[in-house]
């Protein structure tokens, strides 16, 4: 179960301050609970830990053997939170080198329909020529173009080279129940579909099928995940006490720090595994809260990478950034900093020690800069990168995510401003139905 330490925000605002919002804090958590809130129709995330069966788990966990026992390589095509929960589980629990090992205990993971990139596509199809692939379709709204349109080129090249019959084992589609490109495909081409509910947003969308599947086919265990997350569903609920609610206390410091001028939210990990957590975090808070001209801006940095190159603005720049640290207790392997007899390097003085703990010496070193330099700091400790745990730290993300948003005075659960672009691209392109808006455009160009 993870640990929330606010102490080092106090000084930039007070424990009296954060328990303040005890009582808004649970009015947003009835709120959700009752479902009387902006976007109540997007709630489906909030018990979805304690209502996942074993027999859907079962089914999960029998597609993705399929996938496992034809393929060499599974692509993930999908976008925002169609992929983002997946590769965050993905690569915090797979080896750093996975893709490069002889021994595979797993299809190599590739995320696509994430960029319209042709060169990243091209090269993509180029890398697949020879191997035995298969394909993991996921879009809620079934229409996304960049991910139909990798799809579209991926469907084709599995096709081609492994036969429409083995394609068709080989390929599932994760979408709407009913409407969208992607169902209309799947259920014409007779693919194994699973469903993204109605009332699950995309960035809450990592303990359906969406992120299961995949998690699932990379070879990590999802009925631990589910169960880290169910677990930390208990200790977030509306009945747990603020004091004791991590959730509650997350929601109201970030929301306490944003009021006192601190406009930027920085996640920090020490570990390059949870970069994709960062990008999921990211979307996650970036597209709760980030309307009606509000919101803290949520950004990430990956230490001590960024301390050589973000590190500087941090420590010295416009006082208006906090910083929410994920630390890692225990990390999976041993390695000691060896002895060198010429010691050209100076760094014997480490010769004998884990080299975790010299991260984790950088780690404070760190933290007492930061908050000497201006910076809020809140540390979030993981015991370890497991299943259980990321589970847990990823609806505790959710759970105060929606607090959060309702405390802010917004709506967490839409984003109508992601459309603006996707307007403007498809009257550039002059998609049917976008007449008008491509004569507009054409003629501010
Ligand atoms: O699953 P879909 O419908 O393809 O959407 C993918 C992503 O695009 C968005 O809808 C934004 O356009 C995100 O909210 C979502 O996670």
């Not at 034809?70 to 993905?90: F, K």
């Not at 992120?211 to 999802?222: E, R």
């Not at 630390?327 to 900093?337: A, F, M, R």
């Not at 049917?432 to 491509?438: D, H, L, W």
Request: proline fraction near 4%.
């Amino acid at each position: 179960m993870i640990k929330l330490n606010i102490e080092k925000t106090f000084g930039f605002i007070s424990k009296e301050s954060v328990d303040a919002y005890a009582a808004e804090v649970k009015a947003a958590q009835e709120t959700l609970e009752q479902g009387t809130g902006k976007g109540n129709d997007f709630l489906g995330w909030l018990h979805l830990p304690s209502s996942i069966t074993p027999e859907h788990l079962a089914d999960l966990k029998a597609t993705a053997q399929v996938l496992r026992d034809n393929c060499e390589v599974v692509i993930v095509a999908g976008i925002g939170g169609s992929y983002l929960g997946a590769r965050a589980v993905i690569e915090a629990l797979s080896n750093s080198f996975t893709w490069l090992q002889d021994k595979k205990t797993a299809p190599v993971m590739i995320y696509a329909g994430h960029n319209i990139s042709e060169d990243y596509l091209f090269e993509l199809t180029e890398y697949l020529k020879d191997k035995k692939f298969g394909v993991i379709n996921i879009s809620k709204s079934g229409t996304t173009t960049e991910t139909a349109l990798a799809f579209r080129l991926l469907k084709k090249q599995c096709e081609d080279q492994r036969g429409k019959e083995t394609a068709r084992k080989v390929i599932v589609a994760i979408t709407d129940p009913k409407k969208g490109a992607a169902r209309i495909t799947a259920d014409k081409e007779g693919y194994k579909s699973f469903i993204i509910p109605d009332n699950v947003g995309g960035r809450f969308s990592v303990l359906t099928p969406v992120g299961l599947l995949p998690i699932a086919v990379a070879g990590f265990d999802i009925e631990k995940l589910v169960a880290g997350a169910a677990d930390m569903e208990k200790a977030c609920g509306a009945h747990v006490p603020f004091t004791e609610n991590p959730a509650a206390i997350y929601a109201a410091t970030r929301n306490d720090l944003y009021k006192n001028g601190k406009k930027i939210e920085i996640l920090v990990n020490f570990s390059p595994k949870l970069h994709y957590v960062s990008e999921w975090w990211k979307q996650l808070y970036g597209e709760s809260e980030g309307k009606d001209n509000k919101g803290i801006f949520p950004a990430a940095v990956d230490f001590s990478t960024d301390l050589h190159s973000m590190g500087q603005w941090i420590q010295e720049g416009e006082r208006t950034i906090f910083e929410t640290v994920i630390s890692v207790e225990k990390v999976e392997h041993k390695l000691e900093v060896p002895t060198d007899e010429a010691n050209l390097d100076g760094l014997n003085f480490l010769a004998g020690k884990r080299v975790d703990e010299v991260n984790k010496m950088a780690e404070l070193g760190t933290q007492l800069a930061h908050v000497d330099g201006g910076v809020p700091n809140i540390r979030i400790v993981l015991p370890e990168l497991t299943e259980y745990n990321i589970g847990g730290l990823m609806y505790f993300f959710e759970k105060a995510c929606g607090i959060s948003g309702y405390l802010l005075g917004v709506n967490p659960f839409n984003q109508p401003g992601v459309e603006a672009y996707k307007k403007n691209m498809f009257a550039l392109l002059n998609k049917p139905g976008y007449e008008e808006e491509s004569k507009a455009i054409q003629a501010r160009l």
